[in-house]
Each structure stands twice: as C-alpha cells, then as structure tokens.
C-alpha cells in the first residue's frame, strides 16, 4: 500500500487519515471552524505513530469540494503547502464522487444520484456510476443549479437501479421532474463521508495517475464551470 496523506476539511468535521504500512490510522475533530490549526497538528500526530516522515508520502490526497468554501481553501491550500514543500503530489477529489462512492459500497444499486444543499436554494447534482477501476465513474457532468433547473445526460442512457445520496433532495418533486425520473419511491440516504473509504477511493484514483504537482491542486467549487440549462 502507497503512503498516502488523506485530508477532509470541507465536511462537517475535520479529519486526516494516513495509508502506511497496510493500515490506515485516522484522526478527526468536530471543531471545523478550527480547522487550520487543527489539521497540521493531526497530521504531524498520525506521521508520529506510523513513524514516516513527510517525505515519505507517494501522495497527498484531499476534498477539493463542493463544500465549505473556507474549509476547501483550507484543505487545498495545507495539501499545496505540503506537497511543495516535500515534492509530494497531491490528488484532489470530488466530494460528491466520494460520497457516491462510499453509497455504493454499502448499497445494492449500480448508480448513485448525488445531491447536496448549496447556498441560494441551489443544490450541487451529480450521476455516477459504479466502477471496478475507477471507483465511480462520472456520467454527464457536475451542476449546481436550483432543483427544476438540474440536468440529467441523455446521453449516457437512462438512470436504473439507483440511490440517492446526499442531504439535497428536500424537493423531490421538482428535481423529479426536471430529471425525468420516477423517483418517488428511490431509496436515499446522507452518509457521513466515511474516511477509511475515501482512503479507498483516493488509493483506486492514485494508481490511475490522477494526482498532479502540489501546484496545480484547485479547488473543485463547480459553479465556475457550470452550463445552466436554457
């Protein structure tokens, strides 16, 4: 197993997880407002009990959202300020892609529909779709937008033998409508974002050679990019 760094601060808690050694070790705290100057004395805490140093990280991954826009900030930028320091690459993940990944290894479903509450009455949308290599694998793209104004791609076929996943889907109704899908009566649920599957999940993703130079780390807020349907 890589020596891996994982670090969570655009969720509720703040938390760290170490691979090394084939064992994960975790630290976490429920002080999110604190996360800067938590995370640092975690993760110096979890290098201490594994007995590795820095430099011996093949890899930092971290949260790169959506989320907290202060606590992706703050992750990224521990993650940049690491990895440059050391000339450790970093691994930014989609939380929602983590999220449906951790749904998936606990569910019998094939797809997980993602949606999270974002500011403004929006929520943040996602479709993935289970992967043996990959994890998950994305279908169409990431959104934000207000529940009748959601998008599901036609393109990769019609969702089946799905969940749902996340705390956004307070008005079903809508989104079921903006999705084309019967809904209903869909199982859902709003996991805690497990750290030992994100650990996982970032191994699966690094031995794709999805990590990049510390430098290129960004963060993952997706109203940037997002294409709002007409």
């Known amino acids: ?25 975790f630290r976490s705290t429920s002080t999110a407002r604190h996360a800067a100057q938590s995370v640092l004395p975690m993760i110096e ?9 820095l430099p011996q990280l093949e890899a930092i991954a ?24 050391n000339g450790t690459p970093v ?11 951790s749904a998936l290894q606990a569910m019998d479903a ?37 529940p009748a104004a959601l998008v599901l791609d036609s393109q990769s076929g019609t969702a089946t033998n ?3 996943v996340g705390d956004g889907w307070e008005r079903r109704d809508e989104m079921a409508t903006a999705l084309r899908l019967d809904i209903a009566d869909a ?9 030992s599957e994100f650990v996982q999940f970032a191994l699966l993703r690094l031995a794709l050679g999805e990590a990049v130079v510390a430098e290129l780390a ?13």
């Open 1 to 25: 197993m890589p020596n891996l760094l994982a670090i969570d601060t655009a969720s509720a808690n703040c938390a760290v997880a170490l691979a090394a050694a084939d064992k994960v070790l």
């Open 45 to 53: 805490d979890l290098l201490t009990e594994a007995a590795i140093g």
């Open 62 to 85: 971290v949260l790169a959202g959506p989320g907290s826009f202060t606590g992706i900030r703050i992750g990224i930028g521990i993650a940049q300020g690491l990895g440059l320091a």
């Open 91 to 101: 691994l930014p993940l989609s939380t929602l892609a983590v999220m449906a990944y």
């Open 110 to 146: 094939q797809e997980a529909l993602v949606s999270v509450k974002a500011r403004d009455e929006e929520v943040y949308f996602a479709r993935y779709r289970r992967s043996s290599r990959q994890g998950v694998e994305l279908s169409g793209q990431e959104q934000v937008a207000e």
């Open 162 to 164: 799905f969940v749902l």
């Open 187 to 195: 199982a859902a649920v709003d996991p805690e974002l497990n750290l």
């Open 218 to 230: 960004t963060p993952n807020y997706v109203k940037e990019n997002m294409l709002y349907a007409s």
